[in-house]
């Protein structure tokens, strides 16, 4: 009989990246931002975090931009899908980013751990701190919208 290893199991378990979603909210020239503080010190992000189990990619976006910014979310069109492997922590991320638009700020909720404020700024403010973003992520999806970028929502099919 023959015993598996943790370093047999570790070669035979299926890779996943990680799903996570973002919000693109733009007003009056200005991007909503998420300040936060990461191992690599603060870094700027869209309201961004992972899919949770039984959660649709709308409802994970609209969540994670409350509990990050305080402002409820209302995606109105799909931005696209971002496949980037982090470069220190060798982990692969798919990002589903939405475009939408935010009201009813709470600013007494309490933000997310991690999460130091919420942020507006304008591309060339994103441009001049670009070793400040959480990931390149962060300014593709800005570029990808004022190229005009846009899909409808009903693209991602949840069944």
Not at 9 to 38: C, R, Y
Not at 84 to 98: E, I
Request: proline share 4%.
């Amino acid at each position: 009989m023959t015993v598996a290893t943790p370093k047999d199991l570790q070669e035979s378990a299926q890779w996943m990246p990680h799903a996570t979603v973002a919000a693109i909210v733009e007003d009056n020239g200005k991007f909503l931002l998420v300040e936060e503080i990461t191992d690599r010190g603060n870094r700027f992000n869209q309201p961004a975090g992972h899919l949770e189990d039984n959660e649709t990619l709308l409802e994970a976006v609209a969540r994670e931009t409350l509990e990050e910014t305080a402002y409820t979310f209302k995606p109105t069109s799909f931005l696209g899908v971002y496949h980037w492997k982090h470069a220190h922590n060798d982990t692969t991320y798919l990002r589903f980013a939405y475009i939408g638009s935010v009201s009813n700020h709470q600013p007494n909720l309490a933000l997310d751990d991690g999460i130091i404020r919420a942020v507006w700024m304008t591309v060339d403010e994103v441009r001049s701190k670009v070793n400040l973003m959480r990931s390149p992520q962060v300014l593709t999806c800005i570029e990808d919208y004022l190229s005009g970028k846009r899909f409808p929502l009903l693209v991602v099919t949840h069944l």
